[in-house]
Nanobody
C-alpha cells in the first residue's frame, strides 16, 4: 500500500503562481511514475503532468508552457509549479503514483486550487 499526501493548494489571482507538493509513503520500493491529475466540478479527471523515475515528463496540452513538474526521489516527493494561472485551472488536484511489477495506481485525497478574478 502507498499513501500520498498533498499540500500547497489554495486561492490565487489570475496570472499568479502556486506550488503543489505530494509525498509518498508506505510500500514505495516499486514506485515508478508520479504526477498530477485534476477534476473540475461536474467534469472528468484529466491529466495535468507526470514524471517518471528517469525524469521523463508528460504534460496535458492545456498546461504546457505554464506548469512544471519535478520530483525528488530521495524524498519520494513530486512537485507541481503552476505559473500564469487561469480561472480554467480551478479544480481539485489529485496526486498520482504508479508502481510496477505488478502495475498498480494510487491516488491522493486531492487539494483544491481556486483561481479567482
Amino acid at each position: 500500500q502507498v499513501q500520498l499526501v498533498e499540500s500547497g493548494g489554495g486561492l490565487v489571482q489570475p496570472g499568479g503562481s502556486l506550488k503543489l507538493s505530494c509525498t509518498a509513503s508506505g510500500s514505495i520500493f516499486r514506485l515508478s511514475a508520479m504526477g498530477w491529475y485534476r477534476q473540475a466540478p461536474g467534469k472528468g479527471r484529466v491529466l495535468v503532468a507526470t514524471v517518471t523515475s528517469g525524469d521523463g515528463t508528460n504534460y496535458g496540452d492545456s498546461v504546457k508552457g505554464r506548469f512544471t513538474i519535478s520530483r525528488d526521489n530521495a524524498k519520494n516527493t513530486v512537485y507541481l509549479q503552476m505559473n500564469s494561472l487561469k480561472p480554467e485551472d480551478t479544480a481539485v488536484y489529485y496526486c498520482y503514483a504508479e508502481v510496477s511489477r505488478p502495475r498498480y495506481n494510487y491516488w491522493g485525497q486531492g487539494t483544491q486550487v481556486t483561481v479567482s478574478s
